[in-house]
């Protein structure tokens, strides 16, 4: 096990450039998360770390080693793919014991580890059939158990559920957060799904156009958004953010009128997340004003409900048994404490 | 459904004007010495087996013909099939500076005619005292002589997910490694098509047996057959004869390998 | 025996221990082979500790290449035969070895053992530098059942051109009464040495004495082409049978069908034994001014590669000699050189046609050998196009063809005479050129990659490179070098027969001649058409078979294995089948069109069909291209073609507008390598027309053989190469560049 740390890489794929000057730092045992859409460069940060690509400058460090230079088998690190990557010609017992094989480990201990691992992960049963005989799921279960068998100094997640239905992602996030407990392997974890780098991320890292938007503990991401990016990214439904004007102390934007963070006149974004948009609620301190609702989504747990804002829109998370049609105007309020302020130029969070 | 009649009709026609040149070649090859050409049902009515057994006899030392032939076509198959998927997997998988104006060699060679490199091949082979052994044969396509078949092995290899090298170089496999044990077995269909096509091209060729084999014991199967071409003394029949004995090879191995090298044929054409 | 032949060896101390003799002058598949075997013992026997060593030549397609490649490189080859017709260009490139004071020193050897055809092989100084295998005069077959019906006497020696033209409009009538005639006086040949013959009999030449100039625009040569004109066009009394490189075509006189044909030599006999139908006979050519014929010889010689000159020379004696022309008398491979032979029953036998076989030996007198020049066989070729045409087309100003012959003849001789003259390279430059080129790709290429920005470990470039290390060494070698060398070649004169030490310098002249060679012109024409009618009939077919062979029903896959066989065929059995398949006359095509009412095309003998039959037998190979099409249409995504069928598109709109676009890749891969492969057609135009009618088929490939091997110019063949090369790149890039739109466009209708 070994720390991992990424000192201002860059790499560039003909005349487009990747990734910019990314730095990042995963403490030993640490499960870290990559987060962003797709096209962010944070796969090929993944392959960066593999040392499947190489970076036009910068450096990669696994525990005190300098990797740079070393090839993919060297850096002692393993990784899971999202079309899972498995050898369709190989059996599952074959697939486990190819990482052994090629570090020549003696055949009575490849066949020992082989079968602990098949069992930790419930595919006893599986190990003579080939991939193709597999469902998604036991295929994603033998991809592991082809990483963890090696037992590596670093885990690489490259979206690995994104290839699953919904019932079988929550499962297998699940597992992976249990085995990341167990074995505390350092871990960089892939994935375009916010909500799957909420629940297992130790950190999350979020990443936009080749660049870190904004790296810490999930809540904290979530509660103190750095930027506008990753303000709209992270949390679903996604944050509302209405772009105005703050001139004299007061922002404006639509029918909606508030103190504005500064006094100065400037163009800001004001960001409201969906459930802290409350119905008929009239606290002092909130700002309240009456909206048109345009369109309502009764999702069960939590109802939708999007207002016209001038030419906005503004949703709110309700009660699943929240009553609201289509046309009726109500009185909507926001907490004064839950409002997020972002420069409208460079995206910034204000304070 | 009258479209379908019409179809099924073209398709009878075309199958029997295709059958046809084959169905005249054997009518001609059975019928009596002199008399094929005059009177096409004469080997129909009066059919002479005895033709290839003659037409055998005057080719001379047919087992040693057919040892020799079938050791080229091997030994070639096995050279190319090496060669080709070797360097068609670099070109695919391993970046390295260079690629581009490589492989844009590879398709020029395919535009050179054999003609061109005939002269300086032959004093090659003359100075390395290779002349009138299987070596000449053999050597150019062992050494990547097709690049045709470069050129396939590197479309197939492009249409393996990249993630199964990636997987495996992590694993702790080296390129060679990932060849032989990953991208090898995967290209099954496409090495069954290679070996076809180098088959089919060994066990035709002609004009490199003729100017590199001089010894007898050294002759190959159309070697002989040219032997027949349009010499005054050989008749038709034989000749004919001769002909349906070594194509009949070439039809049995496409008969029993049809499927794999429809498959490969297919990875070919899709993945351009 | 071999334990005789050893001890005898040791014996006598085996004065011949470790020496061999490479004997290379018969085919395999000749009844004659076993004979040379025995005679190769028995020399063996008396020459103790020799071992004599028999090759086969390799059939008749590929003779002259096999000994071709056997004096470039410097193989042993002590014994040989040639065409006469070589002689010449052999002897005066230094490629043989004068004999003459070995052939005398031999016992017995006396010329006057032989007939007088000695001079076939005698250089200008008149020493001997071989001796006669078989040979046979030009003279005139007739069918003596024809001629009597119409009140003929056979013709006998002495008998003039009138006599001929008599006899052929007697014998020349419809018998069926259809209107068309069907019953011809001659089956006349047309190639050059054919022709000659007439040339001589009015007193003209082809060259002059000096060897220098032509002949061929003289009155003399004109008049005879002016007679064979009248036979062929204002009377209509010969067909058009034989062509000029199709010796081999004598149907009609086989079908009885001609009174004459002729002139041509003894080797139709062979092929007349089969003949039961009608009674046939030979006569002397012939005469007007005088009485004259072409003798056509093959001829036991010794190259410069012997390793044993002295010794080679006595076993061309032998092969020359009683033992080896007996049997070759008895097989019927022509007249034997050795006089007993030919005037014994093994030549002259009662018991076999045709009756007046001595004719072959009574007019020696008159029989004379084409020129002795170093490359006759080009001015034959020079040639070709306008005595074909002089013969052979209706209307024609048969003055201007023969200045025209004359000419390019001139022109020829001259451009010779200064070839020689040309510096001499040093003889290691075309190893230098070999390693300068492989020394310089190379560099090139490191130059290359280091401009190139380090985006990848030097690991993977390290396994790249050892992966593609095999490639690479097959690719310098094999391809980089050799085009290298022949890219060098191509500014420098060069004979094949040569070894590569004597290259001359020739600057820029071989591409310089690319603008005014017609022959050129001619296969670039040729090649053209064949290549842009071939390859989109072939696509087309090859695709709509495809398209009705889609379904995996068993009739599909039935049909589909019968259409894709042909494909597996090598070109040589190819051609050999539709050579039979095309013949005009018992042509299995031309029988079933005349089935259906269609007087069938002259096919590969003419000059207007033969193209169309090469691109007939191209459609036949369709196959590899149909299953490209098929393996396409196979992986198509059928919901586009269900959705063009939900909008009520037919089965033409379908196709047009869903399946065809969808093609764009795999019709670019097949178009780009149908172009490649249909330039580079060679191998069935080699075994079957062999360049002809005239320069109909004379396609690139083969344009560039010929002057390589034939011609004996590697200089110009290399350029001709490079041509080819440079004409392929162009085409594929044009067709690679514009591609993008059509791909691009296909994308766009589709959506």
Redesign the interface.
Known sequence: MAALDLRNVTVRFGEHTVLRDVSLSVADGEFVVLVGPSGCGKSTLLRVVAGLVRPASGEVRIGERRVDALEPAERDLAMVFQNYALYPHKTVAQNLAFPLELRRVPRAELERRVRETAETLGLSDLLERKPGALSGGQMQRVALGRALIRDPKLFLFDEPLSNLDAKLRHEMRAEIARLHQRTRVTSLYVTHDQSEALTLGGRIAVLDRGRFEQVGAPLAVFARPATRFVAGFIGSPAMNLLPGRARGGRFEVGELSLAAPTDATRELVLGVRPHEVALDAADARDVSLELDVTFVEALGTQTLVSFRLGEHELRASLDGDARVRIGERKRVSLSRSSLHWFDQGTGLRLD | MS?RLF??S???V??VL?????A??LV?SLAP???G??D?SAGLVEPHPENYRLALE???GFGRLFANTLFVTVASIVGQC???S??G???AR??????D??FA????????????????????F?EAGL??TFGPLI??T????AP?F?FLFRQYFLSL?I??D????????????I?W??AL??ARPMLATVAIFTF?GT?????TP???L???EN?TL?????????????A?EF??AA?AV??AP??LV??VA?KVF?RG??????K? | MWTLAALAALGSGAPYEGRTLVVMVDEKSFESWDVLQAIARDFELAHPGLDVRVIDQGGAVGQQDKSRFMLTGDLQLDVTRIDVTEFGAFQREGALVDIDAALRALPGFDEANYLDVLDGFRAADGHLYGLPSTFTPYVMYSNRDLLERAGLAPPTAGWTWDDLLDACRKTTVDTDGDGAIDQWGISLTQWLQAVVPWIWQNGGDVLDETLTRSRLAEPEAREAFRFLRKLLHEEKLASFDATFENQYSQGLFQAGRCAFYGPVGYWETYRFKYITGFRWDVAPLPRKLHAATAIAMTGYVVPRTSRDPALAAEFVAKLAGPEYQYTLAEIGNGVPGWKAAALSTSFLNPTRAPESERVFLDVLGEARFMPSLANWRKIEALCQAELQGALLLERYDVDLAAARMAAKTDAFLASEERRAAKPLLPSFAMEAVFALALIASVAAWLAHRARAPARVYARDERSALALLAPWAVGFLLFFLGPAAVSLALSFCAWSPLQSFDSVRWAGGENWARLATDDAFHASLVATTTYAFASVPLGLGLALWLAWLLRAESTFAVFVRTLVYLPAILSPVIVAATWRFLLDPDRGLVNQWLAVVGIEGPAWTRSGAWVIPSYVLMSLWGVGAQMLVFLAALQALDPTLEEAARVDGAGPWARFRHVVLPQLGPVLLFNLVLGLVGAFQIFAQAYVLTNGGPGDASRFLVLYLYETGFRHLDMGYASTLAWVLFAILGALCAVLVSTSKNWVHYAARSRG
């Open positions: 479209a179809n099924r073209a398709l009878a075309a199958a295709f059958a046809l040149p084959f005249f070649l001609v010495e002199g008399r050409l005059e096409l005057k080719m001379g090496v060669t080709c070797l360097a997997y670099a070109f391993i970046p390295f500076r260079g690629r104006l490589l060699c590879v398709l020029a060679t395919m535009m050179l005619p054999e003609q061109v490199t005939a002269i300086p091949r032959f004093l090659l003359r002349v009138d050597l150019p062992v050494l990547g002589g045709f470069v997910p993630e199964l990636e997987a495996a170089r992590l694993d702790g496999a080296g390129h060679l490694r060849y044990s990953i077995p995967l089919l066990w035709n060729d002609f004009w003729l100017i590199y001089f010894s007898d002759r159309t070697l002989a057959l040219a032997g027949f071409q349009r010499s005054f003394n050989v038709v000749m004919l002909s070594v194509l070439c039809v496409y008969f049809q429809l044929v297919r990875v070919a054409a899709s351009h």
